[in-house]
C-alpha cells in the first residue's frame, strides 16, 4: 500500500453532526509511486490501469496497487467490473475475487486464465 490520507478526527459543525466538506483535501502528489510501484507491462495492464485511471484521482497506478487503498469504493468497484466484463467478456464472475485481491495483476490473470473461460492473448 503506497498511500492513505489520514486525519486526526473527523471535522464536526456547529451542532456537532460531522462536517465531510471541511476534511482537507486529498493531496495526490503524496501519491506519487514508492518503492513498490510497479508499472503496467502488457496492453492489457496498461488498459485496465487506465480503467482504473479514469476511476480513481491517482496517477500512476500501479499492477500491484489495492485499487480501495487508493481511495475506491465498493460502488465504484461494481462499475469497474461491469464495463471490464463489457470490454472482456468471460466465463468468470470477476467482482467477488475482486474483493478479495484487488489488484490489476491479479484481474489481467482472471480475465486471461484459460481454464475459466478468459479471452487468449
Known amino acids: 500500500m503506497r498511500y492513505r490520507p489520514t486525519v486526526p478526527r473527523i471535522p464536526t459543525n456547529a451542532n456537532g453532526k460531522r462536517d465531510y466538506t471541511a476534511l482537507p483535501a486529498v493531496d495526490t502528489a503524496a501519491a506519487e509511486p ?10 492489457l495492464e496498461k488498459e485496465l490501469a487506465q480503467l482504473w485511471s479514469d476511476a ?30 463489457e470490454k472482456y467478456p468471460t466465463h468468470t464472475a ?11 495483476k491479479a484481474l489481467a490473470q482472471l480475465i486471461l486464465a484459460p481454464q475459466d473461460g478468459g479471452i487468449p492473448r
Open 34 to 43: 514508492g518503492l513498490d510501484y510497479v508499472p503496467p507491462q502488457t496492453a
Open 56 to 85: 480513481l484521482p491517482v496517477q500512476p497506478i500501479g499492477v500491484e496497487d489495492n485499487f480501495f487503498a487508493l481511495g475506491g469504493d465498493s460502488l465504484q468497484a461494481t462499475r469497474l467490473i461491469a464495463s471490464i466484463q
Open 94 to 104: 470477476l467482482l467477488a475475487p475482486f474483493f478479495q485481491e484487488p489488484t490489476i
